[in-house]
């Protein structure tokens, strides 16, 4: 049987991108708006998060994010369901408070390319 040449190309390129990336992140939620800012809130922080891992969030339904720091080429995404897949908010890294939208507020995946 012989592959084509582009195939196995495609599919070495599929498996690398799924590799863990150690230490691709750090970010902070709130379980209150304005992270926390006009009111006292329960603050979890994500330290060092390898990048290319569908993780839950530690507690689900936070309101608000602080993304404090990302390698290179890495995003984070938040999501709504366990496989990472849905199309949730991405945050880039700018240290600035934002909301977080109900529906995407249970997992995170950093994504690296």
Known sequence: MHFSVPLLALAATSVLAQQPVPRAGTFVTWDCNECGRTQNCLRHEYQSVDGNVCAPLVTPNPASITNNYLKDGCTLQLHGDSACTDAGPSFPFDNLCKP??????????????
């Open 100 to 113: 977080i939208e109900f529906q995407y507020n249970n997992y995170y995946k950093i994504t690296c390319v």
